[in-house]
């Protein structure tokens, strides 16, 4: 079948829009976009493929997805936003903005921790009511009242889901909305992005379908980022199944196509975007926290470098692999490469989303698919071709 490529490319960035269409021929893509934004300039916005898993409904220039993680991204620039505003203090203490956080020990636990997955927190211990990932007020309460699995910023584990609560409730208490309305707020809005955390009725006929998971590697990393993880996550007492299983809504078959999921703020992993929208917010930080079109600057320089700093590194208490994280962002690793430069920064999602930055080559990308593809070491195989043809044309 011939493939329909959709949206513009600049001439000079010709192998990205062959790397792209040659992805749909090597793997079982179903529907996907990429865009690449260059000194705050957008020079690659393509889409092909269908949004549904019945193949009826063609991916269209609108069209957003689930992007899973890829969502921590956008909620660690709220916070760095709301810090730059003077309303909170990434250094001190939880519990300053969130008092009932201070029980089981946690009093000397600061934002930061959070933000870089050393608070310890990355899982709850008992099982919560089901439904629980839809309501806020559940999670919140129960992360205040969970004692540490380790000594806050003795090491790091990622944070899987419990991020956005974490992350979200002290955006919450400090700046008095929710993250979802903060996001519009600071930096959907200024920048012009179709980027959301709880998304409205009114967008769910352009929302693509996410079908369940295709395992892409054979042995003992398949499903995820190595033999010791895939192994870990079938022992349910584990705290990496632990990380990623609970609630139980989390293992609900196609939870993430329901209203039920489209609707909640679950901000670790429900951010609906397109590629255009990631390209763009990581294009801004990029090049000094502003685009060239226009529109306000969502962050400064220093704040920015600030945010990309490494602060965590070494093996994952969860992924049980090395990972490097900044205040929020996800660093390269052999776990998870992406872009090229000694400063890029970003965050994948779950199945193959992307969205980074690289302030060297001013640089921001963006790739959302809906054919989640589990991978191991190394991250999803369609990124490779694609960023790689991005660096040989700059």
């Not at 689930?66 to 203490?93: I, M, Q, W, Y």
């Not at 009511?129 to 806050?152: R, V």
């Not at 929208?277 to 060239?292: E, F, P, V």
């Amino acid at each position: 079948m011939h493939l329909a490529l959709h949206g513009s490319c600049d001439p000079a960035f010709a192998p990205v829009r062959a790397a792209f269409a040659a992805n749909f021929e090597r793997f079982p893509e179903l529907g996907a976009a990429v865009c690449v934004a260059v000194r705050g300039r957008v020079v690659v916005d393509l889409w092909a493929g269908f949004r549904d898993a019945a193949r009826t409904a063609p991916w269209g220039g609108d069209t957003i997805v689930n992007v899973f993680s890829a969502t921590k991204g956008a909620v660690a620039l709220c916070a760095h936003a709301l810090a730059e505003r003077g309303a909170l203090d990434l250094d001190a203490p939880v519990a300053a903005f969130w008092p009932e956080f201070a029980a089981a020990g946690k009093g000397h636990v600061r934002v930061a921790q959070l933000l870089d997955h050393s608070a310890g927190l990355p899982a709850l211990r008992a099982e919560p009511p089901e439904g629980a990932l839809y309501d806020w007020q559940a999670m919140t309460s129960a992360l205040a009242a969970e004692e540490p699995f380790w000594e806050p910023g003795a090491r790091h584990g990622y944070h899987a889901v419990t991020f956005g609560f974490l992350v979200g409730e002290v955006i919450r208490r400090a700046r008095g909305r929710r993250v979802g309305a903060f996001l519009r707020e600071a930096v959907a809005g200024p920048l012009g992005l179709d980027l959301h955390i709880g998304v409205g009725a009114e967008h769910d006929a352009r929302i693509a379908e996410v079908p369940p998971m295709i395992a892409m590697v054979a042995g003992p990393g398949a499903g995820g980022p190595g033999g010791a993880f895939a192994a870990s996550l079938r022992d349910p007492t584990s705290l990496t199944a632990l990380a990623f299983t609970r609630p139980r809504d989390l293992v609900a078959p196609g939870f993430v196509n329901t209203a039920r999921a489209r609707r909640a703020e679950i901000p670790a992993l429900n951010g609906h975007a397109n590629a255009r929208a990631l390209a763009r917010m990581y294009g801004a930080l990029a090049n000094g926290g502003a685009l060239s079109d226009g529109g306000a600057r969502v962050l400064s320089p220093q704040a920015i470098e600030a945010a990309l700093a490494e602060r965590s590194r070494g093996i994952d208490a969860v992924l049980l692999a090395e990972s490097r994280f900044s205040l929020g962002f996800m660093l390269p690793s052999a776990l998870r490469p992406f872009g090229r430069g000694p400063r890029t920064f970003g965050h994948p999602g779950a199945g193959g989303a992307l969205g980074f930055a690289d302030p060297d080559a001013g640089l921001g990308f963006g790739y959302t698919p809906n054919q989640t593809l589990a991978s191991g070491e190394g991250g999803d195989p369609r990124w490779p071709a694609l960023i790689d043809a991005v660096y040989a044309c700059l």
